[in-house]
């Protein structure tokens, strides 16, 4: 079996800072990519950043310049710096990891519980 289990929300001010880790264990072979999304009260869940095996790194608009997201391989962990938050990012943040779990049990997506982020105004 796989988890994700995630850490480092909250609530915090508007401008504040938060930092979002996502480590996943179990049966994994390799981790193709891990991301990030959200989830805002009565919106669809969208996504926030991902970043691939190669390091290549993917971001929505809205958190362009802001949002920063990183990854030890080592640690099969994945985090989420967030800089200058606004009341717009309010939202379950959730992580998402696609992976393999053997050479030909591959292209699986697995979702972490989610992580409340509350921003203030």
């Known amino acids: 079996q796989v988890q994700l289990v995630e850490s480092g929300g909250g609530l915090v001010q508007a401008g504040g800072s938060l930092r979002l880790s996502c480590a996943a264990s179990?049966?994994?072979?390799?981790?193709?990519?891990m991301g990030w999304y959200r989830q805002a009260p009565g919106q669809q869940r969208e996504l926030v950043a991902h970043?691939?095996?190669?390091?290549?790194?993917n971001y929505a608009d809205s958190v362009k310049g802001r949002f920063t997201i990183s990854r030890d391989v080592a640690k099969n962990t994945v985090y989420l710096q967030m800089n200058s938050l606004k009341p717009e990012d309010t939202a379950v943040y959730y992580c998402?990891?696609?992976?393999?779990?053997?050479?030909?049990?591959?292209?699986?997506?697995?979702w972490g519980q989610g992580t409340q982020v509350t921003v203030s105004s």
């Open positions: 998402n990891a696609n992976l393999d779990r053997t050479p030909w049990n591959s292209q699986l997506n697995y």
């Open positions: 179990g049966s994994i072979f390799r981790i193709n990519v």
């Open positions: 970043i691939t095996s190669g390091g290549t790194t």
